[in-house]
Every structure is written in C-alpha cells, then in structure tokens.
C-alpha cells in the first residue's frame, strides 16, 4: 500500500461528496453559498470522513453509499466551527489552510451566517437520508451522535472553555477539557458514526470512542507542538500563535520531549484497540501513525 | 374565550416546556449553556410555537406532547436567529425585548457560540425525539421542513439578503424575497410543523403554507410600522431603527396607509383560508388578528 497515494485518492472522493452535497450559489443570497463552498472546498485534509468511512469499513459495512450524507455533514460542521472560531471575536486569524480565512475575503456578516448556513445545512443534509433510508433508526442514532458531539457537550462546549480562558492560567484538568471537547468530540463522533451505520454492538461503538479519543488527544497535542516548531508554510497558518494569544497548551504546561512522548503513547494505544478488532484495515492504522507524526 | 388570558396560559405553557428543554448551566463550558437560557427565557410572543401547536389541533392532532421538541427546537432556532442579527457584525442592536442583548451581557465571543449552540441544540433534541418515536419518518419529515426553512433557502438566505443590502436601494421583488424567507419560513415552517405532526395530506400542508406566509409577511409589514409608529417601551427596542440603519421597508416603499391596508388584506386572507377547513380553531384566528393589528 503506498499510504499518500490512497490518502490522495479518498481526499479526492471527499472533496467530490462535499461538492455535489454543497448548495450551488445562486439567487439573493449567492454570496453567502459562495461562502460556504470557498470554505468548505479550500482544502483541508478531511480527516473526519475519512475516519467515518475507515471505521465503517473496520467494522464489516458494505454499501458505503450510505456514509456519503455523514461524511458531508460531518465536513460542513468541522468547518463552520473553523468560520467562527477565525472571527474577530474568537481568534480574530487572518490566514486558515494557507488562504485568506472566510469573514476577511467575504466580511464579518456574512462569514457569521455561512458558519450558520454550514451548520444547518449539515442537518439539511442528514434529514434527508433519515427520510430516504429503509433503517431510519440507524440514521437517526448516528445523527444524534453527531449533534451531541458537536454541541454544547462537546465541540461547542470546549470551544467555550477555550475562549474565556484564553490568557488565564489553565490547570491540567480543564486543558483535558478542552481537548477532549473541541478537538476529540467530532473525531469520536467520526469513528462512532461508522461503527453505528455497519451494525456494530455496543461494545465496538464504545471502543471506536475511546481509540477516536486518544487519537484526538494525540491529534491536538501535535498541533500544539507544530505551532511552536513548525512554520507557516509547512502548516497554512501563522506559528507561534499559541504564544502570541498567550495559550496555555499540553506543550507549554510540559514541555516538548514529555508532548512527543505522550503522542506516541495515545498513537501505541489507539493502533492497539484497532489491532484488537476481528477484521483489519492497513490504511486506518497508517492514518493513525499519519496524524500522529504529522509535520503539517 | 378571553384572548389575552388564552394567549397567556399558552405562552406561560411554553415557557416551561423550554426551561425543561434547555440543558442546565453547568462545567467548565457553563457560561455559554447560561447565555443560552438568557436568550430564549428572555420572554418573547413564543409565535411560532403557537402555531405549531394550534395548526395541530386544527388539523385534528390530539396527542399534544408530540409537539413539544417541535415548539422548543423551533424557538430556539428563532431565539439564535435574534442573537446573531443583534451582533455588531450585523444589526449592532443593544436591547431586545427591553432587556440587553446575549452579546452585550456576555461578551462577543460567548454570545456568537450561544447562537451556534442553540442551533445545535434545536437538532438535538428532534432527534432525539426521531429516535424515540414509532413513527420516525413523520418526525424526520417534520423536522426536515424545520431545517429547510431554517437555512440558506429560508430564514439565513433572507437573513443574507437583508445584510447585504442595508443602505443600499432596494426593489419590491427583493424586498419581498427578504421578508418572504427572513420572516416567513420560519412562520411557515411552524404551521407545516403542526399539520405534518397531526397526519394531514400534502394538499393541507400546502394550504397551512400559503396561510403562514401571509401572516409573516403581514406580521414583518405591521413590524415596520411600529418601527415607525411605536416607543421604545412598547416595542422593547429602540424605535426609528430602520431609518437610522438606512433600511428600505414596505412602509418606506409604499407609505403607511397602503401599509395598514396590506396588512388587513394579508390577516383577511389568512383567516378565510383558516376558514375554509373542516375543523375551527378560534383561538388561532383571534392570533392572526392580534399579529396584524398588534402595537408592540
């Protein structure tokens, strides 16, 4: 298997799914369709549906038409959260992905109301799959998983922590906190979300959770570390931004050497819980190791 | 029938069925989940879930607790709508219904995710509800109208619209799309609600459609009147605001007598088609005359 030509390869069916789900710009309120398709489709690694289709496929699913609308969804929802966390009031970040980020290329209002729109259209988008589908049950369990994970007990909810402390001293339990919420809530709903539309049992539905959490976990913590070690252009946004907003990070509480060590702890444990399925799949645990030593 | 005591009681049942709704304040994240009560148990007409509720029963429904997740993922929908309009990105409105707006007590940032939040939280609970029912696709089929209306073909493409045309020239086709999606869906969305949830045909949902975007559109005209003609401590808000934000309205187009008679021709419609139907709802009549005649 040669990891970054099939990475490429799902990249490109993701990016064609959130095409054709996107509303086309058109009508009175064409620019703020615009501004949903100039962030959506800026780039973007996809992690979450890929982890949505990976895990479906780990867990014996087939017809994988049917992780298309989550995928979508699951995209639309990780990017209206980066809109608004970009907006003058948040992080006020001027470049996202290496371009100009949403509410400076299209003004404030509206980059406000494409994070709505995003939002909402994700619910759009999986409504109509509940509707559609024979097992409207099934759909309407991964839908609310996904609503509860992006909400105000998870994405939502971190993202909040975050915010009113930004500046303030943070203590490891409410860093653990935040990570678990705004960077792990959508990666465990991710892999929650492909194990409940493959029919999985509880159990396999409560161990993609905790794997997706670690690997969330690892996922932030090596942002942190790409912030202080990286640079702009290997990772599309400013570095040394943790700095300047003064952010306490798993980094500045502990150090470089004891971040690296953790991440490749959370990275061992996860591929561990993989390993322990009845089925394999090669290109999940490549993904994990991916993420984890990621430099960009 | 007492309207004003009716109305009360309705208003008082609602009130409650939110508070019940609403997750308490609560964790590291508890100052959003406060900002979230502020706003939707700030009072308010609680209109659209009125209509839910009395399109309900005029369509025969007779298991009111249906309705519920309904009037409260609705309201909060309006609710977010409000506190995002009310950001200094956009209408920069201090005061709504006499009291401080969400991001003035709270701050930008918090009252920004409140509004994510509530969104979110609207999804939440109609799916939850999805989830519990024996019948799934009707709730699905309710709910999907409540995200079709609520996004970037309803109320934020209005919203879109009305943004970025303020201070601009506007004509009667643009006006009437703004009022039509910004104010209308969600009135229409509210009545479509309450007939899909009490089992009616296609023909009746079409009919409750027609009737709601009348009222909206009289309901959005008797607001700009009052825009005109009211004091703050009727209206809960500062009046003259169109003028000052350079707005184009109805009344600014067509003046205040054509105005008034545009709402009685809209109210007299709507209430003849309520009319036309097999079953009376009185009360719901006597709302539609309150909406369009109403001072505050």
Chains 1, 2 share one sequence.
Do not use: W
């Not at 509410?103 to 759009?124: M, P, Q, R, S």
């Not at 061992?268 to 819980?273: E, G, R, W, Y």
């Amino acid at each position: 298997m040669n990891f970054n030509v099939e990475l490429k390869t799902r990249i490109a069916h993701i990016d064609e799914v959130l095409n054709s789900f996107l509303p086309p710009a058109a009508g009175y309120q064409q620019i703020v369709q615009e501004a949903m398709r100039y962030s959506v489709l800026g780039g973007g690694k996809r992690i979450r549906p890929i982890l949505i289709h990976e895990t479906y496929l780990l867990c014996g699913g087939r017809d994988c038409s049917i992780t298309e609308p989550f995928m979508a969804a699951m995209e639309l929802i990780h990017t209206y959260s980066l809109i608004h966390d970009d907006l003058p009031a948040m992080d006020d970040d001027e470049y996202r992905r290496g371009r100009k980020t949403t509410h400076v290329v299209y003004g404030e209002a509206v980059g406000i109301l494409a994070g709505d729109a995003l939002l909402n259209y994700a619910f759009e988008i999986i409504l109509q799959q509940i509707i559609e589908s024979e097992d409207s049950k099934k759909m309407a369990r991964a839908a609310a998983i996904l609503a509860r994970k992006s909400g105000v007990f998870g994405m939502i909810g971190g993202q909040t922590a975050d915010v009113v402390n930004t500046g303030l001293p943070l203590d490891t339990r409410k860093l653990d906190f935040i990570y678990s919420l705004k960077t792990g809530a959508l990666i465990e709903a991710s892999m929650m979300i492909g194990a409940v539309l493959a029919d999985s049992d509880d159990q396999t539905i409560s161990l993609m959770e905790e794997t997706a959490s670690e690997i969330g976990r690892a996922f932030q913590i090596r942002d942190d570390i790409l912030d202080l070690t990286g640079t702009m252009e290997e990772i599309g946004k400013p570095v040394l931004s943790d700095e300047k907003n003064k952010k306490t990070t798993f980094v500045t509480l502990n150090g470089l050497n004891e971040s690296e060590s953790e991440v490749r702890s959370l990275s061992s444990s996860a591929i561990d819980k993989l390993n322990s399925m009845d089925r394999k799949n090669d290109f999940l645990i490549e993904l994990i190791r991916y993420l984890t030593i990621r430099n960009k």
